[in-house]
């Protein structure tokens, strides 16, 4: 498995295996990402010149409010090394939830990609994080080729989420998925959210190959995340329908080529790199507005995102859009609203009193490329998928040419 890539598991009789997944080229989406590509980058200190959402979003603008101080981040994945130079500092005690070693190192480089897009300080030219005042805590779950060769928990994906909810971590983020659900996920979703959690997963990237919703982002209280490219476009790859809450960032984004970490591959983060660069949005937002709770922190983000469509209703592919946390931190936009009222299901949810953070419609032509918007400011361009993507004062300088593609590690998982 190369490091970097959306993660995706099945489990079923046999346990876990890798296989992958033909790549698309990435014509469209805005705001997630997919890993994929095998060209190391040319030298390190080129890799934060590609992390062009970072300009898009006026991220040097908002550092200036916020950093996302003060939150901390789980990131289920395939663990997180430490002792990169962007994420010295930067990683907390975690849980290995796979019973296996006791430790959270990392085994394929992904789950270190994902950290550092959202936490990195960008130190040793390495990945900037969005959010490089925030902390992360890693939980470690197996994907196909790890638990093919040693023995793990069989139910290490919703015993993760469960230690993810026990943590004092506000925003849970999962660069994973699967076609099926399990009583035990269901659960473990449903306690993360009465904890007062704010739980981001990888709506999937392989809208080409049936389509199918993925877990946990297809579970009612997770938000699903697409990915979009530099024109605010959301890629072809990306999966697609009434799972999909928000868009973000995942078109040609760098990633560690391999577990050894020792140089950064061009390609396309996909809905993985997506889901950590919105958990990273989250972050600033809920750090500069340390008292609302989770359901709040979101509701902004929905309300806030950039769309040419009636405000409340969702795309198919964009949700209620591009995820833009400047217009929440620098221009003070969107209506928190009621604490304990989920804008995912508008129903009741938890709101736990006292603690740091709470532990649809479509789109008429459902078409990719139908939803592109100028993000970044307060203009939208409606349905013309030409438009350019402007996520801040500037607008991106080049747009790198990439060749696109994306797998995903496919697990096996049980079903019910």
Request: glycine share 12%; with cysteine.
């Amino acid at each position: 498995m190369t490091a970097g890539m959306s993660q995706q598991r099945r489990r079923s009789a046999p346990r876990a295996r890798l296989r992958s997944l033909i790549c698309t080229l990435a014509l469209a989406g805005a705001w997630s990402i997919a890993v994929a590509g095998t060209a190391p980058v040319a030298a390190a200190a080129d890799v934060q010149s590609k992390q062009w959402y970072l300009d898009a979003m006026q991220a040097k603008e908002m550092w200036k409010t916020t950093t996302g101080e003060g939150i901390k981040v789980a990131v289920i994945d395939s663990g997180v090394s430490p002792s990169t130079p962007s994420l010295r500092g930067q990683v907390l005690k975690g849980v290995d939830a796979t019973e296996t070693d006791g430790t959270t190192d990392d085994y394929s480089g992904h789950g270190t990609t994902m950290a550092e897009l959202i936490a990195g300080t960008g130190k040793g030219a390495g990945l900037q994080g969005l959010a490089p005042g925030a902390k992360i805590i890693p939980v470690r779950v197996a994907n196909g080729a790890f638990s093919g060769k040693r023995k793990v928990n069989a139910w290490d994906e919703e015993d993760a989420i469960r230690a993810a909810a026990d943590s004092d971590a506000r925003i849970i983020s999962m660069s994973w998925s699967g076609e099926y659900m399990t009583a035990k996920g269901k659960e473990a979703v449903k306690y993360a959210q009465s904890k007062g959690k704010l739980f981001f997963a990888a709506a999937g990237n392989n809208a080409k190959e049936g389509n199918k919703a993925q877990y946990p982002a297809a579970y009612p209280e997770v938000v699903g995340v697409a990915s979009a490219d530099e024109k605010g476009t959301v890629a072809k790859y990306s999966q697609h329908g009434g799972n999909v809450h928000i868009a973000s960032p995942g078109n040609n984004i760098p990633r560690w080529c391999d577990k050894e970490l020792q140089s950064y591959c061009d390609g396309d983060g996909g809905t993985s790199a997506a889901t950590a660069i919105a958990s990273a949005s989250a972050a600033l937002v809920w750090s500069a507005h340390p008292d609302w709770t989770a359901n709040q922190v979101l509701r902004v983000l929905f309300e806030t995102a950039g769309r040419g469509w009636k405000t409340g209703t969702l795309s198919n592919y964009l949700g209620h859009g591009l995820i833009r946390p400047g217009q929440v931190i620098l221009d003070g936009k969107g209506n928190p609203g009621a604490p304990d009222i989920d804008p995912l299901t508008d129903e009741k949810a938890s709101s736990p009193s006292g603690s740091p953070a709470p532990s649809a419609s479509q789109d008429s032509k459902g078409e990719p490329g139908s939803d592109t918007v100028v993000a970044g400011s307060s203009r939208t361009a409606g349905d013309d998928s030409q438009s350019g993507l402007i996520l801040g004062a500037a607008a991106v300088a080049a747009v790198l040419a990439l060749g696109a593609g994306a797998f995903v590690l496919v697990r096996r998982r049980r079903s019910i």
